[in-house]
């Protein structure tokens, strides 16, 4: 399952979107969802077979560079990939 979180680091919509996340799943940060990207509250994903990234073009936008990113950065068109070979969504 894809999971999209676009709200930010205060959302209890993106938290709950989090607690959905199962192993194999992936997570998608866009638009103000990508302030998540520069926490340390996504520290215990990296212990399950959980995927995060960011979507590169929101992150820059807001100020950021890569080297301020804790997850993968992806583009648009990566974004697109990732939906297209998952069956599931949640938006």
Request: glycine content about 6%; charged content about 30%.
């Amino acid at each position: 399952m894809v999971i999209l979180i676009k709200f930010g680091i205060n959302s209890n919509a993106a938290k709950i979107k989090f607690g959905l996340a199962a192993p194999g799943d992936k997570i998608v940060l866009i638009q103000n969802g990508v302030f998540w990207a520069i926490t340390d509250k996504l520290q215990e994903f990296k212990k399950t077979n959980i995927e995060i990234f960011a979507i590169k073009d929101d992150f820059e936008s807001r100020g950021y560079k890569k080297i301020d990113s804790n997850v993968p950065l992806i583009s648009y068109a990566e974004f697109i990939e990732l939906l297209e070979k998952d069956k599931k969504t949640v938006g």
